[in-house]
């Protein structure tokens, strides 16, 4: 089984709408994290959480939002999607200090369309 | 305004030679650099790192090459093979900063 996991891993949707994505692992790590990935741009921090009550925004989070139900759990929500929110989107774990010799394990992937 | 720069979209390599996939970046503060190999539908997968007090980090084939003064790093991926036929994201951080950023991507092909 995979460590970190993703559903759903493929979505349409319409503007306005409200679109959850969610991340679980079995790593037992305490960090995790939340990508965009565009054509040409890489990837780009959405959200991060260090631990269940720490929640922090990356470089690009105006329109999402995030909810740490649990160690292993982190989801994504855009409250009202709109056609530029279509990405890739990614969930990332890892367990050691940001920077050092921190390593990042992704999961495979959401791709969102928004029409 | 992007912090690391990829500026090979695609690089194709013969089975067997080197590949050089280079990366540079602006942010003087960064200190921990990593690169990433990925997939078609899969997510991207930790390969190599290295932290700024070295110039030079290796793991088997695939060695990182730092040069702080150009704000330059590389992965040498020497023999090529097929199955390094991926596309590799550099990423870098700072001790200070909470983020990592990521580079455009390099799709490399490695022609049997």
């Known amino acids: 089984d995979a460590d970190v996991t993703q559903t759903p891993r493929n979505r349409i949707t319409k503007t306005g709408k409200r679109i959850m994505l969610e991340c679980s692992q079995t790593k037992g790590h305490d960090r995790m994290y939340w990508y965009r990935q565009d054509p040409g741009l890489g990837l780009r921090l959405i959200y991060y959480s260090f631990d269940v009550k720490d929640i922090n925004k990356g470089e690009i989070s105006d329109g999402y939002s995030v909810s740490r139900q649990a160690q292993a759990k982190f989801s994504l929500s855009l409250e009202s999607a709109i056609p530029n929110q279509t990405a890739l989107y990614f969930c990332?774990?890892?367990?050691?200090?940001?920077?050092?010799?921190?390593?990042?394990?992704f999961g495979p992937g959401t791709r969102l369309t928004v029409l | 305004d992007q912090q690391v720069k990829q500026n090979s979209p695609s690089l194709s390599v013969q089975e067997g030679r080197i590949s050089i996939l280079n990366c540079d970046y602006t942010?003087?503060?960064?200190?921990?650099f990593l690169w990433y190999k990925k997939y078609p539908a899969e997510g991207p997968t930790f390969l190599i790192s290295i932290s700024s007090i070295k110039d030079k980090n290796e793991d088997g084939r695939f060695t990182v090459f730092l040069n702080k003064s150009a704000k330059h790093l590389s992965l040498h991926i020497v023999p090529s093979q097929p199955g390094d036929s991926a596309v590799y994201f550099c990423a870098a951080s700072a001790t200070s900063s909470n983020q990592f950023y990521f580079g455009t991507g390099t799709s490399l092909t490695v022609i049997p």
């Open positions: 942010n003087s503060m960064f200190d921990y």
């Open positions: 990332a774990t890892s367990d050691l200090l940001f920077g050092g010799t921190d390593t990042q394990y």
